[in-house]
């Protein structure tokens, strides 16, 4: 280790000169294509659930409390801004945000709540209409998501249980 190299490798870290950001005092804008915090807008929103049923964190909850009101509530705990529900909304109603700095000492600051009327078909009693079949195998009937506790459950009727599934065949036989 001679003199010269050590000076050689200190004028190699004066000419890069400054690389720390003036963050706090001087924020830089965000990327275009940067996904924040999901924003959800009561007025496209149609109540479908894809984005609770497609939400990997979970963090999105349903409760039907009847047939035309459903209570969406976006939890924001464990949310890793994949912008899946954005995605997938069919009405784009939820758009990703430009926040970053969501930290906060209150979790309720980040929680969003949509109370959603939802009208239905007058002949077949739907609140929405299924697009493909692929739709028509996701998850069915009311959703029951607990939210006081703040909880995802896998509960659901797509049947009255007082009429039977299948109706009998009679079969003659010879």
């Known amino acids: 280790m001679s003199l010269t ?7 190699v870290g004066l000419k890069a000169g400054r690389v720390t950001l003036d963050y706090p005092a001087h924020p830089r804008p965000v990327p275009e294509n940067f996904r924040g915090r999901p924003i959800f807008d009561a007025q496209k929103c149609i109540g479908c659930a894809a984005c609770a049923n497609n939400c990997p964190a979970r963090e999105i909850l349903v409760l039907d409390v009847c047939q035309e009101v459903r209570i969406l509530k976006y939890l924001g705990r464990r949310c ?3 912008g899946r529900c954005s995605d997938v909304c069919p009405e784009k109603a939820i758009t990703m945000s430009h926040e970053f700095e969501t930290a906060t000492n209150k979790i309720s600051d980040v929680h969003q709540r949509l109370d959603l009327f939802m009208s239905t078909c007058q002949r077949c009693g739907r609140c929405f209409k299924e697009t493909s079949p692929l739709e028509q195998l ?16 896998f509960r659901s009727r797509s049947f009255l249980e007082s009429e039977p599934l299948v109706d009998d065949i009679k079969i003659e036989l010879d």
């Open 5 to 11: 190299s050590k000076f050689k490798e200190a004028m």
């Open 80 to 82: 890793t801004y994949c």
């Open 138 to 153: 996701k998850l069915k009937g009311y959703r029951f998501d607990d939210l006081e506790n703040e909880r995802w459950i």
